[in-house]
Each structure stands twice: as C-alpha cells, then as structure tokens.
C-alpha cells in the first residue's frame, strides 16, 4: 500500500547544457549531455519518495531501451510502479532539455506513449487504497477518473495540469481536486477561461513564481513566500520538487506557512543543480532553511 500515488508522463531525459540559446540559423556548443529519468508524475513520485513517503506511480512507458532504463531508475529509487503500463512495440517518450547559463530551459521531444493509460486501464481498489493522489499531464478522461476514484474514497487529490492547460479540458480533475498547482502562466489560463470560478475559489490554489516564491490562494485567505535568493543553474524539475515538498509536507501539517516554505526551499534546491531529477531530502531542506536564517 502506498500513501502517495501519482499519475501521468514518465519520460526519459537528455539534458544539454549551452552557454546560450541558438538564434535562426545559428549554431552553438554543447558544454555538456546527461541522461536521466523525467517526466512530472515520475519526478514528483521520486522526490515523494526521496522524502520518506511511501509512493506509487500510473503512466505507461515503451518497450524500449529507455523504457527498460526509465523503469529501473524507479525501482532503484523504491518507487512502486506496478501501476506503469509497459506498451508492446511502441516507444517511450524522449525529452530534450536544452539549458542555458542562466538556467532557463527550452524543450524539444516526443510524446511516444507517456499517455497511453486511459480510464479502462485504472485499477480503482489501487487508487482507492492512497492517503493522497497526484495528477500532472495526462488524458483528460484519464485524469477525471483517477480523480473521481480518489475523492469518492476519501483521499485528497492535487492537480498540476501543466502547460498544455489552456488546450485540454481538465474540469473534471479540477473539480475533484483539494490542491491545484499552476504557475502564473497557467493562473492566467484558468482565470481567462471557461473553467467556473469555483475550479480556484473553494480550494488550495499554489501560484509557483519561479524564482519569486508561490503563493496560496485559500477560502481563508492567501499567503506568499517570497523564494530564496539562490544562483539558478537548471530550472528543469523544480517545479516537480516544489509539488513533492507541498505534498510530503502537507501530509503532517496543517500550517500552511511552513508547508509553503519547505515547497519552495524543495524547488531551490532542484534548481540550484543540473538535471530535472533532483531529489533534496528531509535533512537537505532542513539544513537550507538552517543556512536561510543564518544569512
């Protein structure tokens, strides 16, 4: 049985660091090329589990080379994947990474079959059994019913839509979830669309500003972190180790000044290494936020 279970894109990651993104036409040099697990439901259940919380993860891979890779990065990190899919013939999604100097990051890939698992593939007494289920990128109707299973079991339900918000319809997944994660980016999406008011008035909506802190926009009210002042080196990721703090933290407080602090102190430190995997620990956090107060 795990406590946290979470769903969507398990990837496999090639990273290449430039000293500057290319112009049309343009050329520039790799400094340097990593390989990695990635994708948001797996980092966010890696960094789950790097945080001493028992985690399971849905979402579908090849059979492939790097499906096979993908996988034992998984099980090398205790993660339970009995709930990957693996598809016969078929390949897993590769994710290009492209980094600059100052840590921004551009994207190039494709999708294989990171969304392969539709709501016939669920196993409901798996979902049922969480404490609390994580939904990032994914089918639509895929996420709907992972969400609707969670709820009507009694388990708490976060939901990072991602960037492909504003063209995928995700009100069923929003209208089940406890917790929605979005950049500002994405709050403008919502905020601009179809999507009824109550999708982020009766709920914990998370507002993550990069390098800016977050926000929490409650019934109660809103609080804001200002973030850290650190030297971003890739901020690939990041955003996954601040959904993997909030969650992780959020499981033993009720203080959501101290969950939102650890949120971001997780996303600093992601962001303050190379690779979208980054998997800060209790005693890592807790040793940043020590240094923090000392400054």
């Known amino acids: 049985m795990v406590t946290v279970l979470t769903a969507g894109h398990i990837n496999w990651d090639v990273t290449l660091r430039v000293d500057q993104f290319p112009e ?4 520039v040099a790799i400094r340097s090329r990593q ?26 891979v090849g059979d492939d080379d790097t499906g096979l890779l993908a996988r034992r990065e998984l099980e090398d990190a205790a993660v339970d994947i009995d709930g990957v899919r693996i598809v016969e013939d078929a390949e897993t999604a590769v994710k290009y990474i492209v980094v600059d100097d100052a840590g921004e990051v551009a994207l190039l890939g494709n999708d294989g079959v990171n969304e392969a698992v539709g709501p016939e593939d669920l196993d409901p007494e798996r979902i049922r059994a969480a404490d609390h289920v994580h939904l990032t990128s994914q089918r639509p109707d895929t996420a709907g019913r992972l969400a609707q299973l969670a709820s009507e079991s009694g388990a708490t339900v976060s939901v990072d839509p991602g960037r492909r918000l504003a063209d995928r319809d995700y009100g069923t997944a929003l209208e089940h979830a406890d917790i ?14 179809s999507y009824p008011a109550s999708t982020y008035n009766d709920r914990l909506v998370v507002i993550k500003y990069g390098g800016d802190g977050a926000e929490i926009h409650s019934p ?5 972190h200002p973030g850290f002042d650190i030297d971003p080196v890739d901020t690939t990721g990041a955003g996954d180790a601040f959904a993997a703090g909030f969650i ?3 499981l033993g407080t009720d203080d959501l000044e101290v969950v939102l602090e650890f949120a971001n102190a997780c ?15 209790y005693a890592s956090v807790e040793a940043f936020l020590e240094e923090q107060t000392l400054e």
């Open 35 to 60: 390989q990695s697990g990635g994708g948001s439901a797996a980092n966010v259940a890696v960094a789950c589990r790097a945080l001493e919380v028992d985690t399971g993860l849905i979402g579908s």
């Open 220 to 224: 109660g009210g809103s609080i804001r």
């Open 248 to 250: 992780a933290t959020s």
């Open 24 to 27: 049309p036409d343009g050329e």
């Open 267 to 281: 996303g600093a430190l992601a962001a303050s290494a190379e690779g979208a995997r980054i998997t800060p620990s």
């Open 180 to 193: 929605i994660f979005l950049t500002d980016r994405e709050a403008e999406a919502v905020l601009e669309s």
